[in-house]
């Protein structure tokens, strides 16, 4: 449960340039590396370097290492697909829109619950922490702090359920989450559309309205799923046109 490894060592540069082509389809499941020799030529590191960065990614699930046989990159299946770094990757790539429905998928299981739980259990600090997330977004004047904002809420939310479980996995989805709350923003005509839904979710959870937080939330996720959607349309409609 941690945020993507920074790429401050050599090692974590070659682990990066590799799980990217990895994530992105640039090299395929089933494929086999470059000898470790020309691998760690062609990157321009040691083999030192590489084998580190090689550990890492078997780790992740997406390499195995055989005797004789080198680095071959796994199926999808077998990935960590929860894991801050894959995520990062798959984020970086723009997502596809079979990602982007799976993650709208995963929020429909897991925020409608925490919105309950946390209209049942806030305190009137994890309350504040929604409110000062909500003012936040409230008066962004930039998609950027909109997104920040955006996350805070959610955040604080998960936190108002007083379940670490749900607090942990914001803190791997997060980087996915906000990849898509900058996506649904930036397809709207004006990024602050979803407020009131935000306003619906923060009042019902200060009235302690466990179901009312539930379908409030419920709300917020099927209309930001509608206008991706609607934009997807109009992609297409351009790209035929």
Same mark, same amino acid.
């Given at each position: 449960?941690?945020?993507?490894?920074?790429?401050?060592?050599?090692?974590?540069?070659?682990?990066?340039?590799?799980?990217?082509?990895?994530?992105?389809?640039?090299?395929?499941?089933?494929?086999?590396?470059?000898?470790?020799?020309?691998?760690?030529e062609s990157l321009q590191v040691s083999r030192t370097a590489l084998r580190e960065a090689l550990k890492v990614l078997s780790a992740k699930g997406l390499i195995e290492s055989?005797?004789?046989?080198?680095?071959?990159?796994?199926?999808?299946?077998?990935?960590?697909?929860?894991?801050?770094?894959?995520?990062?990757?798959?984020?970086?790539?723009?997502?596809?829109?079979?990602?982007?429905?799976?993650?709208?998928?995963?929020?429909?299981?897991?925020?409608?619950?925490? +919105? =309950?739980?946390?209209?049942?259990?806030? $305190? #009137?600090?994890? &309350?504040?922490?929604? *409110?000062?997330?909500? @003012? %936040?977004?409230? +008066? =962004?004047?930039?998609?950027?702090?909109? $997104? #920040?904002?955006? &996350?805070?809420?959610? *955040?604080?939310?998960? @936190? %108002?359920?007083?379940?670490?479980?749900?607090?942990?996995?914001?803190?791997?989805?997060?980087?996915?989450?906000?990849?898509?709350?900058?996506?649904?923003?930036?397809?709207?005509?004006?990024?602050?559309?979803?407020?009131?839904?935000?306003?619906?979710?923060?009042?019902?959870?200060?009235?302690?309205?466990?179901?009312?937080?539930?379908?409030?939330?419920?709300?917020?996720?099927?209309?930001?799923?509608?206008?991706?959607?609607?934009?997807?349309?109009?992609?297409?409609?351009?790209?035929?046109?």
């Amino acid at each position: 449960m941690r945020k993507p490894i920074a790429v401050r060592s050599l090692y974590g540069h070659v682990m990066h340039e590799l799980g990217q082509r990895i994530v992105s389809g640039k090299v395929k499941p089933g494929e086999v590396l470059p000898r470790e020799e020309t691998l760690a030529e062609s990157l321009q590191v040691s083999r030192t370097a590489l084998r580190e960065a090689l550990k890492v990614l078997s780790a992740k699930g997406l390499i195995e290492s055989r005797t004789g046989v080198g680095a071959r990159v796994l199926e999808k299946h077998l990935w960590n697909q929860l894991d801050a770094d894959v995520l990062a990757w798959r984020c970086a790539s723009m997502p596809t829109d079979d990602f982007v429905d799976k993650l709208v998928e995963m929020r429909e299981v897991v925020e409608p619950a925490a +919105a =309950a739980s946390a209209a049942r259990r806030r $305190t #009137a600090e994890q &309350l504040a922490a929604i *409110d000062t997330a909500f @003012r %936040a977004m409230d +008066a =962004a004047q930039t998609l950027d702090e909109w $997104t #920040a904002a955006d &996350l805070q809420f959610h *955040d604080a939310v998960l @936190r %108002a359920t007083g379940n670490e479980l749900l607090q942990s996995l914001f803190s791997v989805i997060e980087t996915a989450l906000g990849t898509f709350f900058t996506l649904s923003a930036r397809t709207a005509s004006n990024f602050k559309y979803s407020l009131p839904h935000h306003q619906k979710v923060l009042e019902a959870i200060r009235r302690k309205q466990p179901e009312v937080a539930r379908k409030a939330m419920q709300s917020m996720i099927a209309d930001s799923q509608a206008n991706l959607q609607q934009s997807r349309g109009r992609a297409r409609k351009k790209a035929g046109a």
